[in-house]
C-alpha cells in the first residue's frame, strides 16, 4: 500500500542504466501493491512500473510470477509484461532486495462493476485459464485449505471472539464442511487467486490489465471463478448483486465453459473462498497495531459473504 | 507523504471532464508532497498531477499558491502551470475537499547534489525572485520569527531537554539574538521558502521543476537563499559542503545580484532557517506518534546546522 524503502535517484538512475529502455526521466513512488514498494517510472522510451519485493514474496517465487507475466502477454492476456535486463534477467538485486521491471498499463479500479465490467473480468479471467494452459511451471497454492486452519489457530478463539462472537463457530464449522466436501478432482490450472477489483484495470468496460500476480498458483480452474465472485459481486452494504454476478459467470462460460461439476462445486467453492478472505483478514486484524501504516480489512464483510453463500448455494451462480 | 483521500474511479473520471484535458486514462496515488493527496494522472492529451488539499493548506491561500505558479510558469521559471477547469477555475471542491489539477513535470530528486546541478538550483531560485516581481498578491509568511517563538513555547522545556538537553539554552538564546539583530530592510519578494531538494526535480544538471509552493509567503529574498542554503549544503553526516555552497551562491547571484546588505545578512538569516526547522520539526517529533504515517524528521539536523552557522558566520557564504 506505500513505497516502505526509499530509493535515491542515482540509485534509480543505475537501476533502470541495467535495461534497454531509455534514460530515466521521471521516478514516483504510488501507494499501490499489498507489500511491495512500487514506482512509476518514466524513461525516455516510456513507462513502466518498478516494484521492489518486500519481505512477503520469497525471491524463490519471482521466476514463477514474472516468467507467467510474459506467457500471458504474449498470448494476448491484458497482464503486463516483465522488462528483461541487459543480460535477459527478470528480476536484479538492488540493496539486498529483489526488483523487476514491468510494463505499465493504463486503466482504472473500480470499486463497484457494472455488470458489462463483471462480464469483461470473467471473460478475462477465463482467458488466462486457457492462455496458462502450456505454462510450464506449478506453484503450490501456499494460501489453500491447510493455510485457512494455521491462520485461524494463531487468531486463537478469543480473538476470533474478540472480533465477533459468532466467528469462531461458524469458523469451525466451515473448516470441518469444507475439509470433508473439497472437491478434488476438478480442472486444474495457473490460477491468479486473488482477483479483487484492485487488481483489475478498466478502460470503460474493457479490461486493460490484470495485475499482482503475487498470490498465482496452480489450483481448480473453478476456484479463481469462486474467488473472483466473492471479491466483485456485492454491494457497499454487502447485499449480493445477482446482474453483476450473472455477467461475470457468463463472460467467464464464453471464453472457457464450465463443466457440470465444476458448476455443481461452485457453491462449496465460494465458501472456500471466503473463508479465505476471513482467515487473513482475522489474522491482520489481530496482529496488525490499529494505526499502522497498513490499512486492515474488515473480516467481518467476508464472513456476512460467507454466510450469503450458505444460504443461497447454487443460487448464487445462476 | 501519502494519499490520504481515497476517490473512486468515478469521482475521478468525473473530475478530470469538468477540465479540457480528455479522457481519463490512468490514476496512480503517489506518496508526495507534505501533507496533501497527490495522483498521477494521465488523460489521453498528457499528464498533470491532481492534488486535494487535506487540513493544512487553507482554501483562502488556493488562489495566492496556484495564482502564482501560472505567474512564474508564464515568466519562464520551471514552475508547473495550473490547469483551469471549464469555467475558468484554478480549483475545485470534491467531497468537502478543494482540489487542482496542475501540469505534470519530469525529472527527479536528488539526495545530494553536485556543484553544477547546486548552480542551477541557485540560479532557478534567482530567477523565481526575479519572475515574481509583478506577481500582484502578497501573502504573510505565517512561518517567521513569531511562528518559531510558538512552536517552541508548544514544545515546552521539558519537551525540547527530552529531546536534546542543549536545546532549551539554545533555543531561547539563539530567538533572543535573532529577534534583536533580524534585518527588516532587506529587498522583499515572493519566496518559496521550503525549497528543499525534495522540492526540485532535475534531468541532469538542469532544473527541470520547482514544486510544492504551499510555504511561499512575501517575505526577505535573501532569507530565500539562506532556507535554500541550509537545505542543501551539508552532507549526510551533517558536515558543510563548502563547494554545494559556492556554486549555490554563485548561481543565484548570476541571475539576480545580491546587495551588500544582503550578504552582510545571510549568517544571521541562515540562523534563522536552521531556526525555523528546528521549531516544526522539534514540534512535531513531539506531537506526532512515532508509528505514525508520517516521517518526522529529526530536529538536530538542525540543531547541528544553527551550531555551524554561528561558528562560521560570513565564511559560510564566501
Known sequence: MAVYTPLSAAELGALIDAYDVGQLVSA???AEGVSNS????ETTTGRFILTMYEARV???DLPFFLGLLDHLAARGSPVPRTIHDRQGAAYRMVGGKSVALIQFLPGLSVDFASPAQARAVGEALAGLHRNAADFPHTRANTMALPAWRELFEGCSEEGLASID????????????VLGEQWPAALPRSVIHADLFPDNVLLLGERVSGLIDFYFACTDLAAYDLAVTHSAWCFARDGDFR????AALME?????????????????ILARGAALRFMATRSYDW???????LVTRKDPLEFAQRLAFYREAGAAAFA
Chains 1, 2 share one sequence.
Open 286 to 292: 489481530l496482529h496488525t497495531p490499529a494505526d499502522a
Open 165 to 176: 462472537p459468532a466467528l469462531p463457530p461458524m469458523v469451525s464449522e466451515e473448516l470441518a
Open 58 to 60: 520469497a525471491v524463490a
Open 38 to 41: 512500487n514506482w512509476l517510472v
Open 28 to 30: 514516483k513512488g504510488i
Open 242 to 245: 445477482p446482474e453483476v454476478a
Open 251 to 267: 463472460g467467464y462460460a464464453a471464453a472457457r465453459p464450465l463443466s457440470e461439476e465444476e458448476r455443481t462445486a461452485l457453491p
